[in-house]
């Protein structure tokens, strides 16, 4: 099992910044991909963001890149979610996931419990 939990949600104005942070503990840190993915009011839970066990390879959804950088560091079992240019459309309750398949986005294993990240216009 590996559990996972979330902090840096919040409320702020459009154009700032966020940047969310997820704790993992339980199984080594470093074997594991990890994604950030969000849900907003009434609609599906969308894939953000996601980067392999190294570090090395990334992978962003449209409507985030150039805005929203993701990065890890095993050594402190972290993932990060750097947010710039905050838009009120990114407002939604945001979810760390891991899974060992970097790439298979629909179907990662384990979830955190999710924050609210609420931009206002």
């Known amino acids: 099992q590996v559990q996972l939990v979330e902090s840096g949600g919040g409320l702020v ?5 966020l940047r969310l942070s997820c704790a993992a503990s339980g199984r080594t840190f470093s074997n594991y991909a990890m994604g950030w993915f969000r849900q907003a009011l009434g609609k599906d839970r969308e894939f953000v963001a996601a980067i392999n ?7 962003y959804t449209n409507s985030v890149k150039g805005r929203f950088t993701i990065s ?24 760390c996931a891991a899974d060992t398949n970097f790439r298979d986005f629909g179907s990662y294993s384990y979830w955190g419990q999710g924050i609210q990240v609420t931009v206002s216009s």
């Not at 104005?13 to 910044?17: H, L």
């Not at 050594?75 to 979810?95: F, H, I, R």
């Open 53 to 59: 066990w190294s570090g090395i390879s990334t992978a």
């Open 72 to 95: 890890r560091d095993n050594a402190k079992n972290t993932v990060y979610l750097q947010m710039n240019g905050l838009k009120p459309e990114d407002t939604a309750v945001y979810y």
């Open 13 to 17: 104005q459009a154009g700032e910044s």
